[in-house]
């Protein structure tokens, strides 16, 4: 009995490429997840195994880089099209090419001005908080005779694109990472704190210190010339520890969201801190706990 190959694809899926523009100090950022899957004339490289009608994956990979260096990236839509019209135009025996995107939108964290009353007056140009809203988390512990209070949040991603270096670590013989003087810091927070209250007086405004909190953490993040996450992490636990009475103990979670320069040599395209692949494993994992002196921290490692 006779076979038939039927309807057939392929291509390289979740390409994850961020452009940051840094034609003026507020840059902006275009974050994109784009799969390429293309068919034609491709049944030899079924049947016979001769690859001569079969673009590479990785070149389709590599074209996504590229493209977002040499055309930039206005939109998603626009950015497919480019892609696409590359793929069938250029390569005779692609027929067809479809690109599927997903974007990731970030908000700019915004600080107050020294004169500001309210909350968010002033834009940190190159300071960004991804779309989509972190989980709040809550643990409330009751013996009978007093309350134990942790207040937290999740999945809140941040990202700073510039202000952070990396350099002066210990080095051997299987170091291959290269010193850094200006990089992408950028994580995916989980924090947790602990309330100093414990049942007797009156209950603090709950929703008010979870804003407040999540808005020093923000503010932290932006503000700080980091030289590694380490003392980020610091710097935000004891930003709300200043600024919040009513917070005795806050614990940090960091995973370091590793953004790695491509090299765009290969292509003839020189490549000025502008096009990254975000890697999203392994991962550099940063944790620690920042208390008031005195108090003895009870939130455990999650």
């Known amino acids: 009995m006779a076979h038939v190959l039927g309807q057939n694809q392929y291509g390289k ?34 049947l016979t195994g001769s690859n001569a009608n079969c673009l590479p994956t990785d070149t389709t990979k590599n074209t996504v880089y590229a ?45 107050p001005d020294n004169s ?32 134990q209070v942790i207040t937290g949040l999740k999945e809140l991603t941040v990202m700073n694109s510039t202000n952070s270096e990396f350099w002066g670590y210990i080095k051997d013989k299987y170091t291959t990472l290269k010193e ?25 405004n709950w929703e008010r210190s979870y804003t407040h909190v999540r808005r020093h953490l923000l503010e932290a993040f932006a503000e700080t010339y980091s030289y590694s996450l380490q003392q980020t992490l610091y710097a935000m636990g004891t930003r709300v520890l200043n600024n919040r009475a009513e ?41 620690g706990t920042v208390h008031r002196e005195g108090v003895t921290p009870v939130i455990p490692v999650a």
């Open 116 to 147: 500001a009353r309210f909350i968010g007056s002033e834009e940190v140009g190159h300071s960004f908080v991804r779309n989509g809203g972190e989980i709040r988390t809550a643990e409330i512990v009751y013996d009978g005779t007093s309350f």
């Open 67 to 111: 493209f977002a260096k040499e055309h930039g990236i206005e939109s998603a839509e626009a950015f497919g099209i480019h892609l696409a019209r590359h793929f069938v135009d250029n390569n005779e025996p692609i027929k067809r090419a479809r690109i599927r995107i997903e974007e990731y939108t970030w908000d700019r964290i915004r600080t």
């Open 13 to 46: 899926a979740e390409t994850r490429v961020v452009r940051i523009y840094r034609d003026t100090t507020r840059h902006e950022i275009k974050d994109l997840n784009v799969s390429v899957a293309l068919s034609g004339d491709l049944d030899d490289v079924h």
């Open 247 to 287: 917070v005795d103990e806050v614990r940090l979670e960091l995973p370091n969201k590793h953004h790695f320069l491509v090299d765009l040599e290969p292509f003839g395209l020189k490549n000025n801190n502008e096009v990254y692949f975000a890697a999203d494993r392994p991962y550099g994992l940063i944790e």
């Open 180 to 204: 850094a003087y200006d990089r992408i810091l950028a994580t995916q927070v989980t924090a947790r704190w602990k309330h100093s209250w414990s049942g007797e007086e009156t209950q603090p």
